[in-house]
């Protein structure tokens, strides 16, 4: 089975500010790399997948860029509402998996 | 605009079974290429995918969770359930459906609110 790992597992930050969280893969999955958001008591969000495709509705502040094992989300300039938990999953093969997630937090 | 929403008791007993179902609105369970999961996510923790079904009723499971889980279908009703036998405290979990985007069985692009099950006597 695949496994992920994300880091930081958390990070405190303030609106405005640059964020970048990694994730790396247990082994290679080309560009199968998807990233949720997911705010308190809601069901997760898909907000790239493909590792760098924008899902639709998305703001263009959010990107994702990777291949092979390391993959990066990025938020150009975090907005109020971008103070959530992200999560990678890797859809490369069963048993889909999910990194751990990290909290990002309000400094 | 395709909506899904988790049924079912919100307390199990240790070594029953837990049986939820998914509904689904605005749009045909049983249209061609559509799989349809289950994930859960343990209080304060990350999420784990259970499984998917294709409209099919091809089944695919998480080998963790292989022994015990049941996915079906129900194309009459627009439903698909989960069964997961011989709990314990550690199935304990928001329990969500989605339904992946037609590029790639493995992205979740629609989900149901979620339903907490909670394993205890």
């Known amino acids: 089975d695949i496994q992920m790992t994300q880091s930081p597992s958390s990070l405190s930050t303030s609106v405005g500010d640059r964020v970048t969280i990694t994730c790396r893969a247990s082994?290679?999955?080309?560009?199968?790399l998807n990233w949720y958001q997911q705010k308190t008591g809601k069901a997760p969000k898909l907000l790239i997948y493909?590792?760098?495709s924008l899902q639709s509705g998305v703001p263009s502040r959010f990107s994702g860029s990777g291949s092979g094992t390391d993959f990066t989300l990025t938020i150009s300039s975090l907005q109020p509402e971008d103070f959530a938990t992200y999560y990678c999953?890797?859809?490369?093969?069963?048993?889909?998996?999910f990194g751990q997630g990290t909290k990002v937090e309000i400094k | 605009q395709l909506q899904l929403q988790e049924s079912g008791p919100g307390l199990v007993k240790p070594s029953e079974t837990l049986s939820l179902t998914c509904t689904v609105s605005?749009?045909?369970?049983?249209?061609?290429?559509?799989?349809w999961g289950w994930i859960r996510q343990p209080p304060g923790k990350g999420l784990e995918w259970i499984g998917s079904?294709?409209?099919?009723?091809?089944?695919y499971y998480n080998p963790s969770l292989k022994s015990r889980v049941t996915i079906s279908v129900d194309t009459s009703k627009n439903q698909f359930s989960l069964r997961l036998s011989s709990v314990t405290a550690a199935d304990t979990a928001v329990y969500y459906c989605?339904?992946?985007?037609?590029?790639?069985?493995?992205?979740?692009?629609?989900w149901g609110q979620g339903t907490l099950v909670t394993v205890s006597s």
């Open positions: 493909a590792a760098s």
């Open positions: 989605a339904r992946p985007d037609s590029s790639n069985w493995g992205n979740f692009d629609y």
């Open positions: 082994q290679s999955i080309s560009n199968f």
């Open positions: 605005g749009g045909f369970i049983s249209s061609s290429g559509s799989y």
């Open positions: 079904i294709y409209y099919s009723g091809t089944t």
């Open positions: 999953q890797q859809s490369y093969s069963t048993p889909w998996a």
